[in-house]
């Protein structure tokens, strides 16, 4: 069993230590939520006054052209596009991770649609997604599904192989699934989607920065993620989307908004596409939020001459577990269930716990006492691992105030029984 002293000593020794005075982060507090809010970087409030100040304030108009406001949204693409395993100019940074989905599956959908004209094949009327897929992902394919005389089918992920036929259209799926922390073989089950002719789509909201991803090694077709969680961007942060090189021109997105045309500035009355992912892209990006998501990405990319995201992955799964070890020893006898993979090759940078009873006012106990995870309903902890800034000692200490929250029975108090909007 490690304690603290040994804890501290791989810190010591760690490589990406240095990375964490990148972060404003508050000492007193150990936070484990770094997959659905990244830390604010130390350069982002500086860099977000400069854009407000001097390219809003004195540039005003000018900066669209003099601060390259107009190139930001392919500018930040391809900065992501190096942690993803994308090439450059096949990445956009625009809307949110929703709407990005819903231009992709729509985009896939039609393609599928597409290559099927003539065929004396079944149509392909399915679309395949995991059962505990993050909602919104799922409420996009099912309204897809409805649009488009389809139906979206749900199955656990040890099912899906089994699933994939003549019928499917799309299987759509999270890298790493939010409320496990489980992470899927993306080239395996892209590879099985195409032998079964159909298109695969991913979502990276909690696998980008956070595991080493190879979108084109994997031959997917479509892919979306989050800027605000392991990309550090910022509360409502822009999301990105991707497409293969290979359908990028084939297909209309719906949402055809004046900067995804060919040519915005001729201001024409019909649609033309602009080539490429640029036809992703719909209205006006919002410039301040994209101007504090490059100062996130920036962070993430300080990791390349330390090894990169083969280096965050390999204190990612050292983090996470010792976490789970340190929680089965310490918190024995405690009612929790570990709910996310113990084999680290199938494990994101998250680890949650699930308790029958009072999951949702532990966390709150722990926030109280300045270790910051979240719940999932209805009966999940969650804790996420980040590691550019979190540390192998505030594992420890993490673990020291879960056993004390435990054993104490600080959670049944009244106060934390009072569920908030947000959990």
Known sequence: MQDKISCQRQDEADRLRGLREQFQLNDDEIYLDGNSLGVLPRAAAARVQQ???QEWGQGLIRSWNDAGWIDLPQRLGDKIARLVGAAPGELVVADSTSVNLYKVMSAALGLVAADALGSTRPSRTRILSERSNFPTDLYIAEGLARQHGMTLELLEPDEILDQLDERVAVLML????YRTGRMLDMAALTRAAHDAGALAVWDLAHSAGAVPVDLNGAGADFAVGCGYKYLNGGPGAPAFVWAN?????RMRQPLSGWMGHAAPFQFTPDYQPAPGIGRYLCGTPALLSMTALECGIDSVLAAEPLGGMQALREKSIALTGLFIELVEERCAGHGLTLVSPRDPALRGSQVCFAREEGAYAIVQALIERGMIGDFRAPDVLRFGFTPLYTRYAD???AVERLQQVLAEGLWREA?????????
């Open 51 to 53: 854009a407000v100040v």
């Open 174 to 177: 999270t890298h790493v699934n």
């Open 245 to 249: 090189a290979r359908h990028a021109d």
């Open 395 to 397: 594992v420890w200490e």
């Open 415 to 423: 106060r934390f029984q009072r569920q908030a909007a947000v959990t």
